[in-house]
T-cell receptor, first 115, second 109 residues
Framework: NAGVTQTPKFQVLKTGQSMTLQCAQD?????MSWYRQDPGMGLRLIHY???????DQGEVPNGYNVSRSTTEDFPLRLLSAAPSQTSVYFC??????????????FGPGTRLTVL | GEDVEQSLFLSVREGDSSVINCTYT??????LYWYKQEPGAGLQLLTY?????DMKQDQRLTVLLNKKDKHLSLRIADTQTGDSAIYFC?????????FGSGTKLNVKP
């Protein structure tokens, strides 16, 4: 198993550009989520999904869109990048959050800089 | 959102015990977690505790939960230099995970 994979590892954008951060898992997990990590602020939930076709907002959803057309993939789209979106982005998955002694598996992260 | 708080730094000597503390706000959280993050990597689950437990021990790790005070702690016995990392506590509330800001543990040889 590859686990949770994220691409790209690094990205530099100009203000106003759009892009998609890719996340995939091969563990047949129902639950997938996106976080951003900023210094001194821990991880904050952006969006999450409890299964294909179902997504919901987390703490900081503004400026981001997600979709979940398959169990494996959960892309995060930045519609019009802003410097405030400079951060490290982590994707995570687990079998299902509600029965959560289930471990969340984290991807290696994408470091995004918006100029 | 929920408020999960941790102190930012902890420095200990190799062989000592480390205690990392966390306070949380949501008493309905079913599970509370400790994650470890090494430099340049994602988070890795260390241990978790169910909310009806007071204590859980897992080898060198001991988790204490004071539900009345909404206080969670992680004790690492015989701390090693390889334990140097950032430690996050987290709570799970209806499919949403809330993380603390992380405690950076520095282990001096």
């Amino acid at each position: 198993n590859a686990g949770v994979t994220q691409t790209p590892k690094f990205q530099v954008l100009k203000t106003g550009q759009s892009m998609t951060l890719q996340c995939a898992q091969d563990m047949n997990h129902e639950y997938m989520s996106w976080y951003r990590q900023d210094p001194g602020m821990g991880l904050r939930l952006i969006h999450y999904s409890v299964g294909a076709g179902i997504t919901d907002q987390g703490e900081v959803p503004n400026g981001y869109n997600v979709s979940r057309s398959t169990t494996e993939d959960f892309p995060l789209r930045l519609l019009s990048a802003a410097p405030s979106q400079t951060s490290v982005y982590f994707c995570a998955s687990s079998y299902f959050a509600k029965s959560s002694e289930d471990e969340q598996f984290f991807g290696p992260g994408t470091r995004l800089t918006v100029l | 959102g929920e408020d999960v708080e941790q102190s930012l730094f902890l420095s200990v000597r190799e062989g000592d015990s480390s205690v990392i503390n966390c306070t949380y706000t949501d008493s309905s959280s079913t599970y509370l977690y400790w994650y470890k993050q090494e430099p340049g990597a994602g988070l890795q689950l260390l241990t978790y505790i169910f909310s009806n437990m007071d204590m859980k021990q897992d080898q060198r790790l001991t988790v204490l939960l004071n539900k009345k005070d909404k206080h969670l702690s992680l004790r690492i016995a015989d701390t090693q230099t390889g334990d140097s990392a950032i430690y996050f506590c987290a709570e799970n509330n209806f499919n949403k995970f809330y993380f603390g800001s992380g405690t950076k543990l520095n282990v001096k040889p």
